[in-house]
């Protein structure tokens, strides 16, 4: 078992930045694949960015590339999510996930464990 929890979710305006944590504990940290997700009112949950178990490999959402970054520190179980430029349609609910499988893994059904999500707000 992993368990998540994400912090750093919050209110911006259009244009600002925030960065999102979360913090693992349970089994080793470093040998799962991270990722994550977003879901807004109505929506089917969406991919954002995933990154290897090392951190050396990244990969992101065409919406988001560019203005994301996704990093993590396996000394302190923990992955980052940088989001810089943000737009009303970046508001959602984020989630963090891990996966077992690999880097290129964008469907919420092939990670196998999720925290509970925090609300990032955009305003215009």
């Known amino acids: 078992q992993v368990q998540l929890v994400e912090s750093g979710g919050g209110l911006v305006q259009a244009g600002g930045s925030l960065r999102l944590s979360c913090a693992a504990s349970g089994r080793t940290f470093s040998s799962y694949a991270m990722g994550w997700f977003r879901q807004a009112p109505g929506k089917e949950r969406e991919f954002v960015a995933s990154i290897s178990w090392s951190g050396v490999s990244t990969y992101y959402a065409d919406s988001v590339k560019g203005r994301f970054t996704i990093s993590r520190d396996n000394a302190k179980n923990t992955q980052y999510l940088q989001m810089n430029s943000l737009k009303p349609e970046d508001t959602a609910v984020y989630y963090c996930?891990?996966?077992?499988?690999?880097?290129?893994?964008?469907?919420?059904?092939?990670?196998?464990?999720w925290g509970q999500g925090t609300q990032v707000t955009v305003s215009s």
């Open positions: 996930a891990a996966n077992g499988r690999g880097l290129r893994y964008t469907s919420p059904i092939e990670y196998d464990y």
